[in-house]
């Protein structure tokens, strides 16, 4: 079992849905968690930090659940420029990260 | 205020030599973590260092992989006797104090060996 583990999807969701990306984490002292997109290939660009009292920033929500050990990302009103890779990370104490492999989201006109 | 910086962003080498691989962190920034990505795979840790320090190297093949963060100067990421199975895109990271601060990412280096 992967230590992060994401449905690598692919989503292909309508301009103006919502759509919602879920990752589990194995590791229960893991400390802080973050969302990055990562278009192409190119390299992760940071799109949130995920905290248990969760975290709003325009169209996107992210919440943290410690009990079960997952964190989810709320896109709401899709834009054709939300088209990427999303990539969720568990980092432990010790600084070692661990990224999910990513959930492929396209969005389509 | 410039970012991460990595170069180059692209290396090419024949089997057997060598690949260094540099990584300048943000300013301010004293803390650097190497990823490797394969071809169609998610991002892979490698190694966090501090300055003159290796934190956590659990993420680094045992041969032939070493990596530094020397007093001055960029981080390297050293590949020796280089193999096809090396080629990937490799990022560098960088974090301002702590280690779980937020990570920011350099524009990675495109190795290919042939």
């Known amino acids: 079992r992967k230590e992060v583990e994401q449905d690598p999807g692919p989503f292909n969701v309508p301009e103006g849905a919502t759509v919602a990306f879920n990752c589990t984490y194995s590791?229960?002292?893991?400390?802080?968690f973050f969302w990055y997109r990562q278009d192409c290939r190119k390299e992760p660009k940071l799109l949130m930090s995920?905290?248990?009292s969760g975290n709003e920033d325009g169209r996107f929500t992210a919440q943290l659940n410690r009990a079960s050990q997952y964190i989810s990302l709320l896109i709401r009103d899709s834009k054709l420029s939300d088209s990427a890779t999303y990539l969720c990370?568990?980092?432990?104490?010790?600084?070692?990260?661990?990224f999910g492999d990513g959930t492929t989201l396209t969005v389509k006109p | 205020n410039a970012g991460v910086m990595q170069n180059p962003r692209h290396l090419v080498r024949r089997r057997g030599q060598e690949a260094r691989l540099r990584c300048s962190p943000m300013?301010?920034?004293?803390?650097v973590y190497w990823y490797r990505q394969l071809p169609e795979e998610g991002l892979k840790f490698m190694v966090y260092?501090?300055?003159?320090?290796?934190?956590?190297e659990s993420g680094m093949p045992k041969e032939r992989f070493s990596a530094e963060f020397p007093k001055e100067g960029p981080s390297i990421l050293r590949i020796q006797q280089v193999v096809r199975g090396d080629s990937a895109a490799y990022f560098c990271?960088?974090?301002?104090?702590?280690?779980?601060?937020?990570?920011?990412f350099g524009p990675g280096t495109r190795l290919t060996v042939l």
């Open positions: 300013k301010g920034h004293s803390h």
């Open positions: 995920v905290y248990s």
């Open positions: 260092l501090q300055k003159e320090n290796i934190i956590d």
């Open positions: 990370v568990a980092i432990g104490n010790a600084g070692k990260s661990t």
């Open positions: 590791n229960s002292a893991s400390q802080s």
């Open positions: 990271a960088s974090s301002r104090q702590t280690n779980t601060d937020t990570q920011y």
